[in-house]
């Protein structure tokens, strides 16, 4: 991810224009040397000649020293470059004067020799090649100058993604507040205008769905009382176990609810297979008999490691799925591995998993009522423990999957 970071992109791009601008200066300044030295080398050919006829008809150092400060040639006192001449002395020169141009250092000179001593004369035009290297010096200093400058206008990017990071994984009190009048800072004012308004809506449903479920909740519980009063056996327990369902489907609506607004903490622990079935045949209102003629069960103890509550409900939903669109024969609960298989003869799912994941999917061809959450609640509970559902069908059985949910101690794999 850090290669399409906006920050390297950046970097990269004044990494480029530095580069850019550093072959620039040297070549243009390289350039500007090599032509002053072309220049200078026809000059001083021309002062040369002239020089050469003044020594002729007689002229001496003096004479040649004004001609060359007349046309602006300066005589060289930096030690360090004299030093490089020391090579081109004439030895054992007595009379008159050599004239002589040698290019050392980048530069065209002129060089004069006289019997007592020897002198090195240069053209000024260096001072203005400095003048280039000062302006180059300031176009670094701003390209800089403007990369700290953007880099601190999107470093508030970095806290802003993080905010965003923290609101997806359900933490709500969040603040993307920046002190910056910018669009960046705009982005994150009217993202956390969109989190306040969010936060408003999710304590307005919480309290409309519970303020729902008390309301269903009550008459429920009074038509359990009165059921309790019949006389009739047969009616008193089907009409018990009516309320029964209706209050276990209020309890499981409430667990969606919570696990949905993402206010529900997984409590995993390792617990046993046995255990959970009970819970979810109790859910389902299943007796002793039915449960016999419908599953077939594993004999082996085995244990989970997942919240109890929340893996009842995935197991529900699945076996109560299994029921309803099972053809034929038994429904199968098995462990393989570390993973929990449910399998019901049946017709394969019209449409992928994924499909079916998607909240309030329903298939157009299918006459079954229901909003369509089924496999999205199923799907949704398990990601919230990290646990993860998978579907094939294979000899007219539909087979699916809880991955990952067996306890890895003390387990005993059974071959599917």
């Known amino acids: ?24 200066s040297y070549y243009f300044i390289r350039e500007e040397i090599d032509r002053k030295n072309y220049e200078n080398q026809l000059k001083y050919t021309q002062f040369l000649a002239t020089i050469n006829q003044l020594v002729r008809f007689g002229g001496n150092i003096t004479l040649i020293e004004k001609y060359l400060n007349e046309l602006g040639l300066v005589q060289i006192k930096n030690t360090e470059i004299l030093d490089l001449f020391e090579a081109h002395i004439t030895p054992n020169f007595n009379h008159g004067v050599i004239a002589k141009i040698i290019k050392e250092e980048g530069g065209i000179y002129l060089f004069l020799q006289t019997p007592q001593d020897w002198r090195v004369y240069g053209d000024i035009h260096f001072d203005r ?12 200093v701003i390209v800089v100058f403007l990369f700290v400058l953007v880099i601190r206008s999107i470093l508030p990017l970095k806290t802003l993604q993080k905010e965003i990071r923290k609101f997806a994984n359900g933490q709500m009190d969040i603040s993307c507040k920046i002190n910056q009048n910018d669009e960046i800072g705009e982005l994150a004012q009217e993202f956390d205008n969109a989190v306040q308004k ?5 304590q307005s449903r919480h ?6 479920m008390h309301e269903l909740k009550t008459p429920i519980t009074k038509g359990r009382i009165t059921a309790e009063m019949i006389d009739n056996p047969l009616y008193k327990e089907r009409l018990c176990s009516v309320f029964e369902r209706l209050n276990s489907l209020i309890n499981e609506f409430a667990k969606i609810e919570e696990l949905s607004s993402r206010n529900y903490c997984p409590n995993k622990q390792k617990i046993l297979l046995q255990d959970v079935l009970k819970r979810v045949f109790e859910m389902l209102l299943l007796d002793e008999e039915q449960i ?4 077939i069960l594993p004999q082996n103890q085995q244990s989970l490691y997942a919240d109890f509550e929340m893996i009842s409900l995935v197991i529900k939903n699945l076996v109560d799925n299994a029921i309803k669109y099972k053809t034929q024969g038994q429904i199968e609960i098995c462990i393989a591995k570390k993973d929990l298989w449910i399998k019901n003869y049946g017709n394969p799912l019209p449409y992928t998993l994924k499909d079916h994941s998607k909240p309030f999917f329903k298939d157009s061809k ?4 229901g909003l369509g959450l089924g496999i999205y609640i199923i799907k949704s509970t398990l990601e919230t423990q990290g ?13 699916f999957i809880i991955k990952g949910v067996v306890s890895q101690k ?3 794999d059974e071959n599917v």
């Open 129 to 140: 090649l400095f003048n280039y290297y000062i302006i180059t010096f300031i176009a670094f």
């Open 366 to 369: 299918s006459n079954t009522s």
């Open 410 to 412: 003390n387990l005993k």
């Open 1 to 24: 991810m850090i290669k399409n970071s906006i920050i390297v992109k950046i970097t990269i791009l004044f990494l480029i224009a530095i580069i850019g601008l550093s072959a620039f």
């Open 292 to 295: 016999t003629s419908l599953f």
């Open 387 to 399: 646990l993860e559902l998978d579907y094939f069908h294979q000899n007219n059985q539909n087979i």
């Open 207 to 212: 309290l409309f769905l519970r303020s729902i």
């Open 198 to 202: 969010i936060n408003a809506l999710n």
